[in-house]
């Protein structure tokens, strides 16, 4: 089972599988690769603390766009896929009286992924990674604000052809909503930039091309 990196796709053909490897951060495993080199049907595990996803890609190519899948795993199936593939379990501490502590850049943006990328409800995500739902609507709003930023500086696309492009503009326009001088401005820039229609000398231009 191979670590699956963006880098290891081409963007212009797996859109969609690229940016979802961004996010996932080094988590993705490939468990298969059947076809043709370049026109690979991948099978590919994202793999995180509370959900793990199968995505199933083939590159787009002259006639048809990419065929991009995405299929969240419950938490049966996940211990049947981590016994299968030797993956240990990873066993809690016992808790020491202190309040546990979270990294919103882990578990934040996981649950950034879980909720607004694969529709998980805070308490669904708050059951299968122990946590109380007001922790992960902490962690969540902070994991926003980490979104908005790399969509504003480019680190992840905020294109029309993006895969997540409603979303994005939503992840956008809630982060204006909760911030205040130039981070606002900034995500509120962007958010009119991706929602304004393309201005008639470029269509024309277009046309004519």
Sequence with gaps: MDLLLPEDIDRMRRPRLAEMLA?????????????????????????????WGL?????????????????TLTAEARS??????????KVRKESTGRPKKY??????????????YEGQSIKRIALERDMSPTTVQKLL????????????????????????????LDVLAWAAQHSKGEK??????LWMELRLPPEPAEIAGQKSV
Aim: hydrophobic share 40%.
């Design 55 to 71: 995505i199933t890609d083939d590159p787009a190519d002259l006639e048809k766009g990419e065929s991009y899948q995405l299929m």
């Design 103 to 116: 990294s919103v850049e882990k578990d934040g943006m996981e649950i950034f992924l879980a909720h607004v």
């Design 80 to 89: 049947s896929l981590r016994a299968l593939l030797g993956i240990p379990e």
């Design 23 to 51: 996010i996932a951060r080094g988590s993705a495993y490939l468990l298969s690769s059947e076809g043709e080199e370049g026109d690979e049907h991948l099978t590919v595990l994202i793999v995180s603390a509370g959900t």
């Design 184 to 189: 606002k401005a900034a995500y509120e820039r």
């Design 141 to 168: 709003n902070d994991a926003r604000i980490i979104a908005a930023d790399n969509l504003v500086k480019g680190v992840w696309s905020a294109s029309p052809d993006s895969a997540n492009y409603q979303k994005n």
